[in-house]
């Protein structure tokens, strides 16, 4: 089987995009992970796929999978990648679209410059709707690894993040912590594991072990739950800069400790790469 595809990344954070709208084609795990094999196949983080809509009202629907075939429910950069994939494809002449994903409605802004700005929704805080492991829903949760103990703050952006906040990001343990935080008992579904370093009150670096992904050069989710962690904590004042190892993302969030329903805002780049067609081996189901 042979398929059309695009090659997009938002600050390194790199994607496959499926147009399902004009083939007919949704991968399975199998074929998922062949597709972001960085030696067999094309190579990426994610495998992002666009569908017409269900919802009255709404433009496109979005499906996410990761590297190793697990479909997830959202991607913050993905997103931003997404509303300029429908628009260069001619999917749609609007420069702000309607979103369905599997956690709810997004909605992703082509702005005049290039840039791309998503209301992410509002954050989530009960542990049931993470979910996590937890009787109480406090801002810092302990966490216990191997028998060292963590500070986390625990959040879903409609995918779960568990964010502590280190001194150096550089020097951060990401490579041996992030695989056990991702796969600790606590969190049934898994999680993205952020490492925080706070710059000053406006500014943060950040680094995140992604589901399902390993480590990545930029997660906006996981920057918009390390800056709702962060003003939630009050070590941080909106709008946050983001450094991420692929780049910046600016992120914009109203809410407070104790008014949690704002959206957040994330802006960033979207960038398109090539676009080609690959040909499925057989044997993939």
Not at 261 to 266: G, R
């Amino acid at each position: 089987m042979k398929i059309r595809f695009t090659k997009m990344h938002g600050l390194g954070n790199d994607f496959v995009v499926l147009d399902a709208i004009n083939q007919n084609f949704v991968p399975t795990s199998a074929q998922a992970r062949f597709l972001a094999d960085r030696h067999f196949g094309i190579g990426c983080d994610q495998i992002l796929v666009v569908e017409r809509a269900d919802t009255p009202g709404v433009d496109f629907r979005y499906r996410i999978f990761n590297a190793d075939g697990g479909e997830v429910e959202q991607c913050g950069n993905g997103a931003r990648c997404f509303v300029r994939f429908v628009h260069e494809q001619g999917l749609t002449d609007k420069r702000e679209i309607r979103v369905e994903t599997k956690c709810g409605l997004i909605t992703p802004r082509l702005e005049a410059d290039g840039q791309v700005t998503v209301d992410m929704g509002a954050p989530r805080f009960l542990p049931a709707e993470i979910p996590f492991d937890s009787p109480t829903d406090t801002v810092v949760q302990p966490l216990d690894v191997n028998g060292e103990r963590l500070d986390i703050s625990v959040v879903s952006m409609g995918n779960p993040h568990a964010v502590q906040v280190v001194a150096d990001v550089d020097a951060a343990p990401v490579a041996r912590l992030g695989p056990l935080i991702e796969s600790h008992p606590r969190f049934p579904r898994r999680v993205n594991a952020g490492f925080m370093q706070i710059v000053d009150r406006h500014s943060i670096r950040l680094r995140v072990y992604e589901r399902g992904a390993g480590e990545t050069l930029a997660c906006g989710t996981g920057a918009c739950a390390a800056v709702v962690a962060g003003i939630r904590r009050g070590l941080l004042d909106s709008p946050v800069r983001v450094t991420t190892r692929g780049g910046d993302l600016s992120i914009a969030w109203g809410g407070t400790a104790g008014n949690a329903s704002s959206p957040v805002m994330m802006t960033g780049p979207a960038t398109t790469v090539f676009s080609a067609e690959i040909e499925l081996p057989n044997n993939l189901t």
